[in-house]
């Protein structure tokens, strides 16, 4: 009932900067935060930021302070993660991802893979 589609990975040299865009559409009232989560080879998932709908709530991973910022545009039912600064460790396939009534990650997007060379 809720599409979750992530689009803007590409390949960037470290140092570099990208932006990602998570566009959702079906029962989005449904959904109270939205997030970015991030997987690489060899590894756990791993939480990278979240934002409320409503509100101006944020957290961010440990990994990412200060180099990445999650933002919202509601009328668009979009979210955004920039990236800066980004390092060879940020290699990964990132994913959007919607928290529902029930306090979990249970809506999904497929992933966009986002590389860094070093």
């Known amino acids: 009932q809720v599409k979750l589609e992530e689009s803007g990975g590409g390949l960037v040299q470290a140092g570099g900067s990208l932006t990602l865009s998570c566009a959702a559409s079906?029962?989005?009232?449904?959904?109270?935060?939205m997030g970015w989560f991030r997987q690489a080879p060899g590894k756990e998932r791993e939480f990278v930021a979240e934002?409320?709908?409503?509100?101006?709530?944020?957290y961010y991973g440990d990994s990412v302070k200060g180099r990445f910022t999650i933002s919202r545009d509601n009328a668009k039912n979009t979210v955004y993660l920039r990236m800066n600064n980004l390092k060879f460790e940020d290699t990964a396939v990132y994913y959007c991802?919607?928290?529902?009534?029930?306090?979990?990650?249970?809506?999904w997007g497929q992933g966009t893979q986002v590389t860094v060379s070093s």
């Open positions: 934002i409320s709908w409503t509100g101006g709530q944020i």
């Open positions: 079906g029962r989005t009232f449904t959904i109270t935060y």
């Open positions: 991802a919607g928290q529902g009534l029930g306090q979990r990650w249970d809506h």
